[in-house]
């Protein structure tokens, strides 16, 4: 289990965040989404540190090592976006590439809208950069999905996603690791698109046993102490400020990634197709004026840095490569 990276501790916008780092050279940062932590990238990091790179992988606030505040809106995009920020200045550099996964890809595309001369170039993994909408993601889900089962609607009521994750985190997070990934397949797709929109998100999920060995005993053992000790109530707040963010960020109605940008993704990704009948994968780079291209990997599902470690170390090394 490769856990012997140095692990520091860094200031920033007001909160600590706990950060895998190694290696010399230009500041990559990658970010991890839901519900993971900065090992989701432990097999990108050396190699992308021996390939020249100063690579510092943290825990998103209100994860695993890193500062956990109360409040919802503390997890808005602009605290979110504030701390990566903040973390290139707490290391000393003007710049840094952002690569990010699920919900820190949207953290990473918005950070270089926001913050242009601090982002050298922008990844992102699973997630394409969106333009806001007339609506909020939120509300959108809620029309796309009336009547029916999403789980981001069911995240939204405080403190009731966490009681059943936090009742078994172990089988909460082998459950969620699985549905969502490639080895899956209609199993898993199939578990959630058969719930009601009361019903609660994990009961008659697959559990397989064996696991797929992409995510070891260990691995997950890694992951389940974490969420016993730091609980789900940050990562959750995440999707609870889908309304404030598109109420504090108009400037996205219109925005372009202006940075060399890339694009990498599993082929069964649930992502891809999160408003039905459409492939959200056909075009990662519309909204990106410099895109240097997307990877998606046949028959991998949403963990893909983890699931095709060999692909997505290839691929991003690729991008860095030619900046």
């Given amino acids: 289990m490769p856990t012997d990276y140095e692990m520091i501790d860094l200031q920033t916008n007001g909160v600590r965040l706990r950060a895998a780092i190694e290696g ?3 500041l990559v940062i990658l970010v991890h989404g839901w519900p993971e932590l900065w090992y989701s990238w432990r097999h990108q990091i050396r190699p992308l540190a021996e390939a020249g790179y100063r690579v510092v992988a943290p825990d998103v606030r209100g994860y695993g090592g890193s500062d956990k505040p109360h409040a919802v809106e503390a997890y808005d995009m602009l605290s979110l976006t504030a701390d990566m920020v903040g973390l290139i200045d707490a ?66 009521e405080e403190g009731v996603a966490e009681a059943e994750f936090e009742a078994d985190v172990r089988t909460a997070l082998r ?19 058969n719930k009601g929109p009361n019903d609660k998100m994990l009961e008659d999920l697959p559990d397989p046993d064996p696991f797929p060995a992409w995510l070891s005993e260990a691995d997950l053992s890694y992951y389940v102490q974490a969420f016993e000790q730091g609980g789900f109530r940050g990562p959750l707040n995440r999707y609870r400020c889908q309304q404030r963010d598109w109420e504090r960020l108009p400037q996205l109605s219109d925005a372009t990634i202006e940075q060399p940008s890339f694009f990498v993704a599993g082929s069964r990704d649930l992502v891809r197709h999160f408003i039905p009948g459409t ?45």
């Avoid at 459950?175 to 698109?193: H, N």
């Fill in 24 to 26: 010399q050279g230009p």
């Fill in 175 to 193: 459950k969620i690791y699985y549905f969502a990934s490639g080895d899956a397949g209609d199993e898993g797709r199939a578990a959630l698109a």
């Fill in 279 to 323: 492939d959200l994968y056909a075009n990662p780079g519309v909204y990106c004026s410099d895109f240097r291209g997307k990877v998606i990997i046949e028959d991998q599902g949403h963990w893909v840095q983890q699931e095709a470690p060999p692909e997505v170390t290839e691929a991003l090394l690729g991008f860095l490569a030619n900046l």
């Fill in 91 to 156: 290391l000393g550099e003007d710049q840094a590439v952002l690569i990010g996964h699920d919900w820190g890809a949207p953290i990473c595309w918005t950070s270089a809208v926001l913050y242009p001369d601090r982002i050298r170039a922008v990844a992102g993994l699973s997630v394409p950069f969106f333009r806001r909408g007339p609506v909020s993601s939120i509300e959108l889900f809620k029309a796309l999905y009336a009547g029916k089962f999403f789980y981001q609607l069911y995240f939204q």
